[in-house]
């Protein structure tokens, strides 16, 4: 079974200043990927970034990026200079990949929502 | 930029009724899911869709519950006799693939559908 935490229900950040979201995985599978995403007021969900397990770099996409510890079971995000429009909420998932125990289907955390002050 | 479409955007119904929630995946994708997110909680996978068969599901996708691709575009969720829990918001998701060693087999997500059962 996969289990996804995300340990802080609510984070502040003061706009242009960067901000890290946390998440914490447990899973019995060997390869698997874990994902953000972006959930605005308006309720859609946003793929933001991924990382596969045997990755050695820490995934990044634009302001986005992933501290991957895997040792740890970590795959925190990094939101760099943010800004008003990252106010959302945020979650963290993971799918195991081929051979594993599932077929595609995203585990979630319980989300982070994330304000950002001007 | 090709999306994942979902109506409607919002449903009323009484408890006991049937309804059916519809989606279009994204036109070159194989593999379909059903998720469901409560008010204020995290987001529940229901059941993923492959080859015209589902291919996993939880343990909320009951009795109550079916998938089917009635033609080459429309993927649809079906309640049968809807009860006063089952009020959530119901996102569509499709992926190229459900997992890859050197990709990301990323799920895009419709904008969903609120499902009001009173």
């Known amino acids: 079974a996969q289990k996804i935490t995300q340990t802080q229900p609510g984070m502040f950040v003061q706009e242009k200043e960067a901000v890290t979201l946390d998440c914490t995985y447990d899973t019995s599978d060997q390869s698997y990927g874990l994902f953000w995403y972006k959930q605005p007021s308006s309720g859609e969900m946003i793929f933001l970034i991924y990382q596969g397990s045997y990755d050695e770099q820490n995934a990044t996409e634009g302001r986005y990026s992933l501290n991957f510890q895997k040792a740890r079971k970590s795959a925190n995000l990094v939101i760099s200079a943010s800004q008003l429009g990252d106010s959302a909420m945020y979650f963290c998932a993971m799918r195991a990949n081929a051979g594993g125990t599932s077929y595609g289907k995203l585990t979630f955390g319980q989300g982070t929502i994330l304000t950002v002050h001007p | 930029e090709p999306e994942v479409t979902q109506t409607p955007s919002h449903q009323v119904t009484q408890m006991g009724q049937e309804v059916i929630l519809r989606c279009v995946p994204i036109?070159?994708?194989?593999?379909f899911y059903w998720y469901r997110q409560i008010l204020g909680q995290k987001v529940e996978f229901l059941v993923s869709?492959?080859?015209?068969?589902?291919?996993?599901k939880s343990e909320i996708f009951d009795d109550q519950f079916s998938v089917e691709r009635p033609d080459g575009s429309n993927f649809t969720l079906k309640i049968r006799s809807t009860k006063l829990e089952d009020s959530a918001m119901y996102f569509c998701a499709s992926s190229e693939a459900y997992s890859s060693e050197s990709g990301r087999g990323e799920q895009f997500f419709g904008p969903g559908t609120r499902l009001t059962v009173l």
């Open positions: 869709f492959y080859n015209n068969e589902i291919s996993e």
């Open positions: 036109s070159n994708h194989l593999y």
